[in-house]
């Protein structure tokens, strides 16, 4: 299983991106899809997670409102469309797949694969 994340860069306070999660090497109708992030000096920090089967999808307070995940099954890709962001929303940005959908689905310890990361810089 192959996951390669892409869409990060700079971009000033309120501004937007899209990163994506291109997902390869199995079929992943039945996954559980999730971004986290880490911004410098802090620990590895959950952001949303997209169970795929059933599109069922949760966000970390910390972005509820600004940030969406989607799918497009076509393409095995995962989304993650980031809207007003700030400062404190600079990190390299992971993607992460797990076969199950029961689990602890917060911790990044709960999932096998991860992308290599993309980093999301926002400039005050």
């Known amino acids: 299983v192959q996951l390669q994340a892409s869409g990060g860069g700079l971009v000033q306070a309120g501004g937007s991106l899209r990163l994506s999660c291109a997902a390869s090497?199995?079929?992943?109708?039945?996954?559980?899809m999730a971004w986290f992030r880490r911004a410098p000096g802090k620990e590895r920090e959950f952001v949303g997670y997209?169970?795929?089967?059933?599109?069922?999808?949760d966000y970390a307070d910390s972005v509820k409102g600004r940030f969406t995940i989607s799918k497009d099954n076509a393409k095995n890709t995962v989304y993650l469309e980031m809207n007003s962001l700030q400062p404190e929303d600079t990190a390299v940005y992971f993607c992460?797949?797990?076969?199950?959908?029961?689990?602890?689905?917060?911790?990044?310890?709960?999932?096998?694969?991860w992308g290599q990361g993309t980093l999301v810089t926002v400039s005050s």
């Open positions: 090497g199995r079929t992943f109708s039945s996954y559980t």
């Open positions: 997209i169970i795929l089967s059933v599109s069922a999808i």
């Open positions: 992460a797949a797990e076969p199950h959908v029961d689990g602890d689905k917060r911790s990044p310890k709960w999932y096998e694969y």
